[in-house]
T-cell receptor, first 114, second 110 residues
Framework: DTGVSQDPRHKITKRGQNVTFRCDPISEHNRLYWYRQTLGQGPEFLTYFQNEAQLEKSRLLSDRFSAERPKGSFSTLEIQRTEQGDSAMYLC????????????FGQGTRLTVV | RKEVEQDPGPFNVPEGATVAFNCTYSNSASQSFFWYRQDCRKEPKLLMSVYSSGNEDGRFTAQLNRASQYISLLIRDSKLSDSATYLCVVNIPNNNDMRFGAGTRLTVKP
C-alpha cells in the first residue's frame, strides 16, 4: 500500500502525558499537512511542511504542540502535557507541489485523553 | 470572518432529488478550490477540483464565482450512496496550504 500511513491508529493517554504521532506520506509528495478534527467539524489546520521546512503553523496551536519533518519524508506531531481538550482525530495529508494537487489523507490517529 | 464557511446542514433529501451546497471563502487571492467527501469515521477524499470555468463529473457539477468568492456543488439524481459530509477546501496563497470548511452533511433517504 503506497498511501499515507499514520501510526498509531488509536491512542489513549492520561492527562499530563506526552504523546507522539507519526505520519508517512506518499513517497514523492513534498507537501505534508497536519489537521485536527472533532465530531461534527471539518478538519482544522494545524501545520504544513514543504519538504523539511515548516512553512505555516496555526495561531490556534499552543506551545504544547510541535511538529517535525527532519528529512523531508515522514513527520511527527508531539503534544506535551496533554489536556482533555486535545481529544480528537489527528489527520495527516500529503500532496505534490503543483497548484491543484490533490491531497491524500491517512486514516488518522484518534487520541483520547482521560 | 472564517477563511472558509459552509452551511453545516444537515440536508435530508429523497433519492432522485437535486441538492446544492455553497461555500464562501475570505481570501480573494485563493487560486485552488476543491470539494472533498468524508464518510462517517473515514478520512476525507477528493470528490472534485473546482475550475474557473466550472466543471462536471457525472451527476456532480462544481462552480466557482470569484467576484462573490464562493464555490458551489450541485448533485443531481441523488443516490443513497451520496450520503456523506461534503467539505469545501480552499488554498491559502502565501504558502499554498489548504483550509477546510466545517462540512455540509447530506443524508439521502429512500
Amino acid at each position: 500500500d503506497t498511501g499515507v500511513s499514520q501510526d498509531p491508529r488509536h491512542k489513549i493517554t492520561k492527562r499530563g502525558q506526552n504523546v507522539t504521532f507519526r505520519c508517512d506520506p506518499i513517497s514523492e509528495h513534498n507537501r505534508l499537512y497536519w489537521y485536527r478534527q472533532t465530531l461534527g467539524q471539518g478538519p482544522e489546520f494545524l501545520t504544513y511542511f514543504q519538504n523539511e521546512a515548516q512553512l505555516e503553523k496555526s495561531r490556534l496551536l499552543s506551545d504544547r504542540f510541535s511538529a517535525e519533518r527532519p528529512k523531508g519524508s515522514f513527520s511527527t506531531l508531539e503534544i506535551q502535557r496533554t489536556e482533555q481538550g486535545d481529544s480528537a482525530m489527528y489527520l495527516c495529508a500529503s500532496s505534490l507541489e503543483t497548484l491543484n494537487a490533490e491531497a491524500f489523507f491517512g486514516q488518522g490517529t484518534r487520541l483520547t485523553v482521560v | 470572518r472564517k477563511e472558509v464557511e459552509q452551511d453545516p446542514g444537515p440536508f435530508n433529501v429523497p433519492e432522485g432529488a437535486t441538492v446544492a451546497f455553497n461555500c464562501t471563502y475570505s481570501n480573494s487571492a485563493s487560486q485552488s478550490f476543491f470539494w472533498y467527501r468524508q464518510d462517517c469515521r473515514k478520512e476525507p477524499k477528493l470528490l472534485m477540483s473546482v475550475y474557473s470555468s466550472g466543471n462536471e463529473d457525472g451527476r456532480f457539477t462544481a462552480q466557482l464565482n470569484r467576484a462573490s468568492q464562493y464555490i458551489s456543488l450541485l448533485i443531481r439524481d441523488s443516490k443513497l450512496s451520496d450520503s456523506a459530509t461534503y467539505l469545501c477546501v480552499v488554498n491559502i496563497p502565501n504558502n499554498n496550504d489548504m483550509r477546510f470548511g466545517a462540512g455540509t452533511r447530506l443524508t439521502v433517504k429512500p
